[in-house]
Every structure is written in structure tokens, then in C-alpha cells.
């Protein structure tokens, strides 16, 4: 074969010998346009049946897709960037990760969860963190309320979210400053009318009846995310079944006396020890909440940060802290942060404030499932207050505080590894 005839076949060889397998993307700080939809384009592909890979801890927790037109395409829409790259290039990468020198690891994703956001209907116009991201992210999700989970629904859904919820039936806790207010008014008529509807005759009784099947929903397998109120009030409901710690405002009795030495501490997902607050009037559920303990922890200063964790041996944890920065910026809600002695020995703190000693982002087993807490209300409203405007996310696409709630949402993807510590 001549020299001009072995040039023509490399020539003609050159697109099949680089043609690219796989599409890479990055999650760094640099690189990622859009960290947030590149949740949504991963969960799209899932959803499609491609196969998936999380690359813990490389370039910030990234995620290795085929190459496919149609993926492509869908990053191209949302706005997300991604790299195209050879079979040599993932295989390097994946030796990379695979160096026990390397603190990575590839997490292969299997399915795109089904998703359950716990929302009432005609909700009130303050916003859902949780809502508002998987929306902006475009990854689908279906509302259920008290009827669907006393109906045993929630045996339909891999994932459930709880946000700003109060499950002890204290309306929130919003007596003293919205007890004259329409909103507050007409909220506490339907929550009535809906307990009455469902067998129960207080609303505090309805919502512990739902607080148990979330938790055996959890038992057997489903993972349950919370934020805010969602967090404490789930669990102080669960430790006072068969306990009224409602006042008269609340459920037309008095409490009972003496309620917190009956408080069950080993019902509970997380807290121990907690003290409630009898004050109706008094924006806090108990002394869990680290919100009015904050006198020196300026707005400046207000950051948390994400523990690090071994990806090779301890997999759950590291999936959860995926981020392009370790330092996450703190925000308010009811329930901003807890006091890091009232969590048990049993759950492992993701993400603390040193300055406070807060546990801002906490997870845990329980049964076969598994549960995250998170404090705050917006990752990106420090101050969130009824009655604002809801946070515009495409001025936050590369949100560190959001993305925390989406590697949540796709840990149930992942194949489960059992961990090693």
C-alpha cells in the first residue's frame, strides 16, 4: 500500500478511532453554568433508561452520562454545560477515581426516583426551597396531602418531601403575631374541617396519625427529606403520641400537666433531650431550634460547613456533601439549625456552624430507609418572611445551599453500597 493510500485510510479512520462515547458534566465552580439543571438533565436521562455515573468528589461531584444526540440536546436546552469525551478519556478517568490514592469514587445511578412533595393544597404565598428547585431543575414530582398518606400512598414514591409543616397540630406556631390574620383564620378552619373529615377529633391527633405513616414509610425503605418546622415538629410529634400538648387555642383543651416528663425521647428520628415551649404565643416548637441562640453569629459570618467524608468507605455521606465548595452560606427559617447536643449519637451530622455549635444538615437510618434534615427555609433568602416574593433561581443556578437538597433528591438513584464506618 502506497504512502497516499495509508494516509486516505487514517483519514477515514480518524472519526472512528475519536469518535466520543460519553458525556461529562463537570460540576466545579468554574466550569458548570448551570449546577442546579445539571441535577434535572441527570434525572432526565434516568428517567430515559441511559445508564449514569456520579463521580464523587471529581470535579465536584460530577456525573458521567453516554453520548447521546438527545442528551446532548437537553443540555443544550437547559443551559447546562457538558464535555463530550473518547472511551480512552472516561477509562482514564475512571482510573483516576479509582487510585486508592484519590479520595473519589463512582456511584452508579440505577432509576430516576419517584418523587412526593407533602403539600397542602391552595398553599399560602410563602415559598417550598424543595418545590422551587425541582421545578427550576425541571425533575417531576407529584403533591400528596394528609388523604394520600393516610390512604397508604406514599408506598407509590421512593423520596418525600416535608418543608415548613408542623405536625404537633400548633398551626406553625404563628398564634402569636397571625392569630387576627385571614390567612391564619382560614388555615385553622380547614385543617379542622380535614381532621373532622378523617375520623379525628383534633387536628393534632390527624397529624400524628400522619407522622407514623411517614415514619413507616421510612422504615420500610423510602427516604424522607425535611427542612424547617418539618424537621422538629416531626420528630416532637412522634416523642407526645398519646401526649396533648396543644393549648386551648389550639385544640379547644387544656394541655396536660406536667406533658414534657412524658415526653418519649426513643420514638423520635434524631433529637433527644429537648425541652418544649408551653408559650402559645412564642414562635418555637422547644429549645431544639438554634434560631433566638444566634446573638453571635453575624450575618457575615454566617456560613456552614460540609464535614468531609471518605467516598470510598463512606458513600451515603459523601453523595450527600457533593458540592463545588465545602463553605455553604447560612439562612433562617422556624427551625434554622440544631442544637448540636440534642441530636443522637446514632445520626451523623453532614454539615455544622463551629461558631454556634449548630448541626445545619444531618442524616440518618432508620429501619430500611433513610432521613435528612436540613435547617432553613431558602438557601438563598436569608431572612425569609411570610408574605415575600419567592426567590428567582436563575439569578442562583450554581446555588452550593440548593445543591444539597438535589443531592437528595438523587440519592435514591444510587446503588446502594453498604458503608464501611
Known amino acids: 500500500m502506497d504512502l497516499k493510500r495509508v494516509v486516505i485510510v487514517l483519514v477515514l479512520l480518524v472519526p472512528f478511532i475519536t469518535k466520543a462515547s460519553f458525556i461529562l458534566l463537570p460540576m466545579d465552580e468554574t466550569t458548570q453554568k448551570n449546577h442546579l439543571k445539571a441535577y434535572g438533565v441527570t434525572y432526565w436521562a434516568l428517567d430515559k433508561k441511559y445508564k449514569a455515573s456520579w463521580l464523587l468528589n471529581y470535579r465536584g461531584g ?13 443540555c443544550q436546552i437547559r443551559g447546562v454545560s457538558f464535555e463530550v469525551i473518547s472511551d480512552a478519556e472516561q477509562a482514564s478517568i475512571l ?8 479520595n473519589m469514587e463512582a456511584v452508579v445511578l440505577e432509576k430516576a426516583p419517584k418523587i412526593a412533595v407533602y403539600t397542602p393544597p391552595g398553599k399560602q404565598p410563602w415559598d417550598d426551597a424543595v418545590t422551587m428547585v425541582l421545578t427550576y431543575a425541571e425533575i417531576p414530582f407529584t403533591p400528596i396531602y394528609d388523604e394520600a398518606v393516610l390512604s397508604d400512598q406514599l408506598v407509590l414514591y421512593d423520596w418525600l418531601h416535608l418543608h415548613h409543616e408542623d405536625f404537633t397540630g400548633q398551626y406553625g406556631k404563628f398564634y402569636g403575631a397571625y392569630r387576627n390574620a385571614p390567612w391564619y383564620i382560614e388555615q385553622k378552619k380547614e385543617a379542622e374541617a380535614l381532621a373532622a373529615k378523617l375520623g379525628y377529633a383534633k387536628v393534632s391527633q390527624e397529624k400524628l396519625a400522619v407522622a407514623k405513616k411517614i415514619r413507616d ?13 418539618a424537621t422538629d415538629s416531626f420528630d416532637i410529634a412522634l416523642a407526645a403520641e398519646g401526649v396533648d400538648i396543644c393549648e386551648p387555642m389550639f385544640d379547644g383543651d387544656d394541655s396536660e400537666p406536667n406533658y414534657q416528663a412524658k ?8 433529637f433527644k433531650n429537648f425541652i418544649l415551649d408551653r408559650r402559645p404565643e412564642h414562635y418555637e416548637f422547644s429549645d431544639i431550634d438554634t434560631t433566638e441562640k444566634r446573638g453571635n453569629v453575624p450575618f457575615e459570618k454566617d456560613y456552614f460547613t460540609l464535614m468531609d467524608f471518605s467516598a470510598k468507605w463512606d458513600v451515603i455521606p459523601s453523595m450527600l456533601c457533593q458540592n463545588h465548595t465545602s463553605l455553604i452560606k447560612g439562612f433562617m427559617g422556624q427551625t434554622t439549625a440544631f442544637e448540636r447536643d440534642l441530636v443522637k449519637s446514632s445520626v451523623l451530622v453532614l454539615g455544622e456552624n463551629e461558631l454556634n455549635g449548630e448541626a445545619r444538615y444531618i442524616h440518618g437510618q432508620k429501619g430500611k430507609g433513610f432521613f435528612t434534615f436540613y435547617g432553613g427555609h431558602d438557601p438563598e433568602d436569608y431572612r425569609h418572611q411570610v408574605g415575600d416574593p419567592p426567590t428567582v433561581l436563575d439569578l442562583h443556578p450554581n446555588s452550593p445551599g440548593f445543591r444539597l437538597i438535589l443531592n437528595n433528591v438523587l440519592f435514591p438513584a444510587a446503588k446502594k453500597k453498604k458503608q464501611k464506618t
Open 217 to 229: 414509610f421510612v422504615i420500610g425503605g423510602g427516604f424522607m427529606f425535611a427542612m424547617c418546622s
Open 263 to 270: 415526653i418519649d425521647y426513643a420514638k423520635t428520628f434524631v
Open 95 to 102: 482510573a483516576e477515581i479509582a487510585s486508592p490514592s484519590q
Open 62 to 74: 460530577s456525573f458521567l452520562l453516554p453520548d447521546a444526540p438527545e442528551i446532548r440536546k437537553e
